[in-house]
């Protein structure tokens, strides 16, 4: 029974727990009664067999306390029950009220006694015609929080009700006039707060627990005051809310700064004031070591700066207190330096600087005691002294010798440090100059024509025989005449077989027990099951359920632990699942999640070619993996060339962006996204069957190949030619030209130049295809007959002969790694779209995926039955199940899905997206340090944000 005391005057809503309380709201509807008297229950409380809620009636003044009595239908013995606990009515009284006063705004918490009073069920305090907040009750206590007053300054009667109980007596509470604030002192602080600010006003001793607060950045941050008197209080600044790695050098004020005072809005903003902060004092540590040695009595200087803030005025003073040891010492403070005079300590002792809540050590002091040295002790260190200075001379006179061939290194080593360092500083400026980037650029770059999707047969053969072009299934049966019939005979009694439950879970055991049953033969036959039984979903959903279920069966059974399941393909059971979300997600992927993968896929590749990107190494300026960054310092100009279009040559010329150090094979791959950018992939030609043509302004055209006669070889290294290697200048007019339109030959000796023909006249004649051999994707192609490596922009230094030289060449690597950072901001936005998608319930629309619902209800009934009760379990399953085995293959492989060419700087980068993926999907925590990889720090602050939308 909750509650077991109220007022005799009724009202109280009891509520009653117990066992067969009634199947109907009719068995107990007028057979309740509580200490005898009738309790009326009400059915918004009802809850059958277990809980009845009624409301008390008047109790005479004869009734004191009694059991509670139900009746279930009839009022017989049998169907009757009493309670072992007692119900009690109390009679209400209040004696006093504290404070007696408060602000006209409101806000003051107010506190009621008297006796009985946390007896009934519901407390009404109003003060005049205002309500009194309730807050709390006990036993003695009433706590409410006043309410603004629209009566202004009165005194006003305090009536406290219970139930139907008003409690009779006299109690006045006063509305006097809202606290003001004349003046503080002083208007400024540091930009960490806490220095003391004295408050002039009125009426400050009605508030209970004042703040000040300020506003800068939209972050607010508050402190306590304290009051002294009606007229007078005393602060602690509040911090402002600036960047620690970024503190500005300048005084700021803030946006808003004024006084929290109960209810009081006036002061929440005080617009009379300019108060100002000021930076932070900064103070130098002693030396390297960290260790000044002193004597006794010798002052401590501690450097620093800001450490008296620039009030006008000049009057300003911070309360500065330095500890040596334990010990306080008297201080002197001027703007850069902070004199202390040490107390009478000797040994080690710690130094400590406290300022306005902040500490510093600038390091330890070391005070030697003095001591006296007698007249054989000054003798024999003046005897020692002589001889170090003979021997001093000696080494001088030896190192003389030598010291001029040591200049002539010292000096050349500088300089290549001072290379160094102006290099490096260099790098850091650009990293810094890209991440500030405005992603508006990236996102206007982005073609809005219409997505290539796949269509949907196209789509499920990729995920379910990926890297099989031309898969059977497609194809009629190819066996001899003499014995299609009864191969067709063969196959229909089969599929009969398959559509027996017993037979396809036996057939699937069967061959799972096989040791000769490879991993590659167990995704086989699940592709190929789900292939023939897509016309039947219902059966093969409830046999996808029951080779699940054994699964969990077995995984448990093998002492396994549960977060394994489903973590690898080694049942058919876990392909089958892949191919159940492939066939069901298509339409959600389509009207969806589609939009935002392909547009991060267009954005990645986008950003890449922004950048030089190697084409046999596959590694790029601008990347999200650190495998694939280039970490050297890459020459390059932006070109703009002007392009014939091929289908339509007196249309404009279409002008595509380049790099000066792109393979011709690059160039020609940029051209034709640009001519073809709303043409899907395998509708477009391709770069190997086409020549670049460049058609110079005095009327000579030329073929630009990867390879010809002129590429350079040094050292048994061939870079690739590249638009820099053939001098093409910015606004340049090319061509692509199809590989049967012998370009060659189309160039007579007369249209080319003087200079142009010497140089290249024996490539013009060649009629070889060296584009044929560069591919789409990174290669490393060593000419093994010849022992020539191939390179582009940096060399692969794998081979074992490298030189010292080439080693100095490169910088501190671990420098361009803030080039991640500044891709990945830039590509930010289209990350957080796609998984927002993904993750969100309220931006799927009519393709809301059921089949994801279904499934995870499975599981969780799964967990039930094997009494799994731990969330990060089921959580870990569910993640196994859908974001390892069907998202992340849909991120990494977004070619399964659209008509597009991926390669392989394209593919680094959406595997490091897919692991953000499926770390925001893990329920562990990952503890990240200096040696953790780089894509892992890389999404460290975002992944908490996307586990928030995964819990959502």
Not at 233 to 251: I, R, W
Not at 511 to 524: A, V
Not at 872 to 889: A, D, G, Q, Y
Request: aromatic share 8%; charged share 25%.
């Amino acid at each position: 029974i909750n509650p077991v005391t109220g007022p005799r005057e009724g009202g109280t809503k009891v509520t009653i727990r117990g066992e067969n309380l009634g199947l109907e709201f009719r068995d107990i509807a007028s057979h309740v009664k509580v200490a005898g008297v009738e309790c009326k229950p009400l059915v918004e409380g009802y809850i059958p067999a277990e809980q009845i809620v009624c409301e008390m009636g008047e109790a005479k003044p004869s009734q004191h306390a009694g059991f509670v009595e139900i009746c279930v239908a009839e009022c017989k013995p049998e169907f009757m029950a009493r309670s072992s606990q007692l119900y009690y009515f109390m009679t209400l009284t209040l004696s006093d009220l504290k404070p007696k006063r408060g602000p006209v705004s409101g806000g003051t918490q107010v506190t009621i006694t008297g006796n009985n009073l946390n007896a009934g069920s519901n407390v009404i305090v109003t003060f005049g015609r205002q309500p009194c907040l309730f807050y709390r009750r006990s036993t003695k206590h009433i706590v409410c929080n006043t309410t603004a007053s629209d009566e202004g300054f009165e005194k006003v009667k305090v009536s406290v009700r219970v139930d139907k109980a008003k409690i009779h007596q006299e109690l006045q509470y006063e509305y006097v006039e809202d606290p003001t604030i004349l003046r503080i002192e002083p208007e400024w602080s540091i930009f960490s707060g806490n220095t003391p600010i004295a408050v002039w006003g009125t009426h400050l001793d009605l508030i209970q627990n004042p703040q000040i607060r300020a506003k800068h950045g939209g972050k607010e941050h508050v402190n306590n005051c304290e009051v002294q008197n009606s007229t007078e209080m005393t602060c602690q600044a509040p911090a402002l809310a600036v960047d620690p790695n970024h503190q500005s050098e300048l005084a700021e004020r803030p946006e808003e700064f004024g006084f929290i005072l109960d209810n009081v809005q006036s002061l929440l903003i005080l617009n009379k004031t300019n108060f100002t902060y000021y930076p932070n004092p900064v103070f130098e540590v002693f030396n390297p070591s960290g260790i000044l040695e002193l004597k006794p009595g010798s002052p401590i200087i501690l450097k620093g700066k800001n450490l008296i803030p620039p009030v006008a005025g000049g009057n300003a003073k911070l309360n500065y207190t330095v500890l040596v040891g334990e010990k306080p010492c008297a201080v002197t403070v001027s703007d850069v330096q902070l004199l202390c005079e040490s107390p009478n300590l000797i040994g080690r002792h710690k130094v400590m600087a406290r300022v306005g809540g902040m500490e510093f050590s600038p390091g330890m002091v070391y005070i030697s005691p003095d001591s006296p040295l007698s007249l054989p002790a000054i003798v024999s260190i003046a005897v020692a002294g002589g001889l170090l200075i003979i021997f001093i001379v000696a080494v001088l006179i030896a190192y003389k010798r030598k010291s001029r061939e040591s200049d002539l290194t010292l000096k050349r080593l500088q300089m290549q440090m001072d290379n160094l360092e102006s290099r490096v500083a260099l790098e850091c400026k650009e990293a810094f100059a890209e991440l500030q980037t405005d992603i508006h650029e990236l996102t206007s770059d982005l073609d809005g024509a219409g997505i290539p999707f796949l269509d949907y047969r196209t789509y499920t053969m990729r995920v379910l025989f990926p890297g099989i072009e031309d898969h059977p299934v497609l194809r009629d049966l190819e066996v001899p005449g003499y014995r299609q019939e009864r191969v067709e005979k063969g196959l229909k009694l089969f599929a009969q077989l398959i559509n027996n439950k017993v037979f396809l879970l036996s057939f699937i055991r069967t061959l799972e027990s096989q040791r000769s049953f490879s991993m590659r033969d167990r995704g086989n036959v699940a592709s190929l099951i789900m292939t023939v039984l897509q016309s039947k979903l219902e059966y093969a959903t409830d046999v996808l359920k029951q080779l699940l279920a054994d699964l969990i069966d077995k995984n448990l059974e093998s002492k396994n632990h549960p977060k394994l399941l489903l973590r690898r393909t080694e049942s058919v059971a876990e392909k089958m699942l892949t191919n159940w979300f492939t066939f069901l997600l298509y339409k959600f992927l389509k009207e969806c999640a589609g939009e935002p993968l392909f547009s991060l896929f267009c954005a990645i590749k986008q950003q890449m070619e922004k950048g030089p990107i190697d084409s046999i190494t596959g590694e790029a300026r601008y990347s999200l993996s650190e495998d694939k960054l280039i970490r050297q310092q890459i020459d390059y100009k932006t070109l703009v060339l002007s392009c014939v279009n091929p289908d339509n040559v007196n249309s404009p010329e279409i002008p595509v962006k380049i790099l000066n150090c792109d393979t011709i094979t690059q160039v020609k791959e940029k051209i034709l996204d640009a001519i073809f950018k709303n043409v899907p992939c395998s509708h477009r030609p391709k770069a190997a069957d086409m020549d670049l043509e460049w058609r110079q302004a005095s009327g000579a055209r030329m073929i630009l190949q990867d390879e010809d006669i002129t590429t350079k070889i040094e050292n048994d290294w061939k870079r690739l030619n590249t638009l820099a290697h053939y001098q093409v200048p910015d606004g340049s007019v090319v061509a692509l030209v199809s590989k049967q339109v012998t370009a060659y030959n189309a160039v007579n000796n007369s249209t080319v130049s003087r200079t142009s023909a010497s140089k290249y006249e024996n490539m013009i004649r060649y009629t070889g295809s060296p584009d044929s051999l560069r591919s789409r994707t990174p290669m490393i192609t060593p000419d093994l007959e010849s022992g020539v490596k191939m390179w582009h922009l940096v060399k692969n230094h794998e081979h074992g002969d490298q030189k010292e030289g080439d080693r100095g060449s490169k910088m501190v690597s671990e420098i361009y790694l803030t080039r991640l950072l500044a891709t990945k901001g830039t590509l930010q936005k289209f990350v957080d779209d796609l998984f927002e998608t993904i993750f969100s319930t309220a931006h799927r629309g009519s393709a809301l995926p059921l089949a994801i619902k279904y499934m995870f209800d499975f599981l969780d009934e799964q967990a039930d039955k094997h009494n799994i009760h731990d969330p990060h379990v089921r959580h870990t399953w569910k993640s196994n199940c859908l974001p390892l085995r069907f998202w992340v293959n849909m991120i990494k492989n977004p070619q399964f899905v659209f008509d597009i060419h991926k390669n392989s700087i394209t593919d680094a980068c959406l595997s490091v997206v897919a692991q953000t993926f499926m770390d925001s999907c893990s329920t562990s925590e990952h503890r990240l340090g200096k040696d953790s990889p780089s894509n892992k720090l890389l999404y460290a602050k975002d992944i908490p944000s996307y586990k928030n939308w995964v819990e959502r």
